[in-house]
């Protein structure tokens, strides 16, 4: 049996906040490198290519930890002379950095790609992983991507769990979850990144009581 893994995986703020509530339990990312060639024509088929065995995920396999890394920075308690990590999501506050030495202003948010392990706040584990082109999203997968709904009356159909961010993909209703996805999608892949309809990583999990 191969020993269970970590590895760190990225998320914006509103995907951090859809984690805390519960309403997402998946995510999906773009297949690059050897995985992507094995999917050539006349390549293997999507479960082949997913197969644990095959090693080709670079996430990890059913079993696996991912650690979230999401924007933080350092603050200070005073009164406890210890170090604290804020987390930008959701101004939570953490005392992860008690033994920890930064190297940075206390007040400048950093970077996601910056998180040391030690300040993550959310572990995941991975129940599947799944290969499957981008639009092959059922309502459903979209759902356990973190949309929920809201009043049709004030959104106009559909919307995210979240509060509109700077992106604008809160700034209207949607006819259906599948459209949210799609939406949110572009926000963070770039202008018709849908309509490309890419071999992505379908990634279902469960997150980890601390």
């Excluded at 094995?38 to 995920?57: D, H, K, M, Q, V």
């Excluded at 309502?139 to 959104?155: H, L, Q, Y």
Aim: net charge negative; hydrophobic share 40%; aromatic share 12%.
């Amino acid at each position: 049996m191969s020993a269970i893994k970590e590895r760190p995986i990225l998320f914006s703020a509103p995907m951090v906040r859809a984690i805390l509530a519960g309403t997402k339990t998946q995510t999906r990312r773009i297949i690059k490198g050897m995985a992507l060639e094995w999917l050539r024509p006349s390549g293997f088929t999507p479960e082949f290519t997913a197969a644990p065995e095959n090693g080709l995920c670079p996430y990890g396999k059913p079993g696996d930890v991912l650690w979230v890394r999401e924007t933080f920075r350092r603050d200070i308690d005073r009164y406890h002379a210890r170090n604290l990590v804020v987390y930008r999501a959701d101004d939570a506050v953490s005392n992860a950095a008690t033994d920890a030495a930064f190297e940075f202003p206390d007040v400048d948010w950093r970077p996601s790609t910056h998180m040391p392990r030690w300040a993550s706040r959310l572990s995941l584990r991975i129940k599947s992983v799944r290969v499957e082109r981008l639009q092959a999203i059922s309502e459903a997968d979209a759902w356990a991507e973190g949309c929920m709904r809201g009043d049709p009356d004030d959104a106009g159909g559909w919307f995210p769990a979240d509060e509109p961010d700077p992106s604008g993909i809160g700034e209207r209703g949607w006819d259906c979850a599948r459209d949210w996805f799609a939406d949110l999608w572009e926000s963070i892949n770039g202008h018709d990144s849908w309509e490309a309809n890419p071999w992505v990583w379908a990634i279902e999990f469960k997150r980890v009581t601390p």
